[in-house]
């Protein structure tokens, strides 16, 4: 069955320092995988796709097949990063999605 | 472009009474999905069409919830009667046709539902 796992509720860093946000998946298949992002008082929004290999807002995150995970990376965190981040999956045909549930970054002056 | 709207914002109501929620997905988007957010929790699909016809709808209760999507735009997703364990945000999304999808969830406000 699929899952996406996010371990992590919360997790707070200061400002500069280096942040990993976790996300491990199962599904019997090749899925596509995302980060959604929501800011305090906004809608939930798409942050990057793995298909497109993009870096938005200094976040990365790579596709680790083998470890079934797909982590997303910032070197130097800002205040401005402080958001609820979910994982999410999908199969290739984008016909369903999958949420993990949640990592809340605090970034901290 | 007008993102996804959806009414009301906020709902209050007593358990066994019951509840309706709007959603106005973006112009052009045939798939239209209701997700159901419990404090904690990710979204979890509830029902998604395709037009204006069921796609997937396996994690629907539906002995209490219902929708539809009349004439393939609007949507309304209906909790009759409501149980204190349907408190949760209710929030209703809208993609591209699969064609041109590149995996792009637009989300709405969301409806907060309390039930007391």
């Known amino acids: 069955a699929q899952r996406v796992t996010q371990p992590e509720k919360l997790l707070s860093v200061f400002k500069g320092a280096p942040v990993e946000l976790k996300c491990n998946y199962s599904y019997s298949g090749s899925p596509e995988l995302f980060w959604y992002v929501q800011y305090s008082r906004q809608r939930l929004q798409l942050l990057l796709r793995?298909?497109s290999r993009e870096s938005i807002k200094g976040f990365t995150a790579d596709l680790n097949k083998g470890e079934t995970s797909f982590h997303l990376k910032k070197p130097f965190a800002q205040e401005e990063d402080s958001a609820m981040y979910y994982c999410?999956?999908?199969?290739?045909?984008?016909?369903?999605?999958?949420f993990g549930s949640g990592t809340k970054l605090n970034v901290k002056p | 472009e007008a993102g996804v709207a959806q009414s009301p914002r906020y709902k209050i109501i007593e358990k066994r009474q019951s509840v309706a929620f709007w959603c106005n997905p973006i112009?052009?988007?045939?798939?239209l999905y209701w997700y159901q957010q419990i404090l904690g929790q990710g979204p979890k699909l509830l029902i998604q069409?395709?037009?204006?016809?069921?796609?997937?709808d396996s994690q629907l209760p539906k002995d209490r919830f219902s929708a539809e999507r009349l004439k393939g735009v609007d949507s309304t997703l209906k909790i009759q009667p409501a149980k204190l364990e349907d408190s949760a945000v209710y929030l209703c999304?809208?993609?591209?046709?699969?064609?041109?999808?590149?995996?792009?969830?637009?989300f709405g406000e969301g409806s907060r539902l309390t039930v007391l």
């Open positions: 069409f395709q037009n204006n016809g069921v796609v997937d």
């Open positions: 793995h298909i």
């Open positions: 999410a999956l999908a199969p290739y045909n984008f016909n369903k999605f999958y």
């Open positions: 112009s052009g988007h045939a798939t």
């Open positions: 999304a809208s993609s591209l046709p699969r064609t041109g999808n590149t995996g792009e969830l637009f």
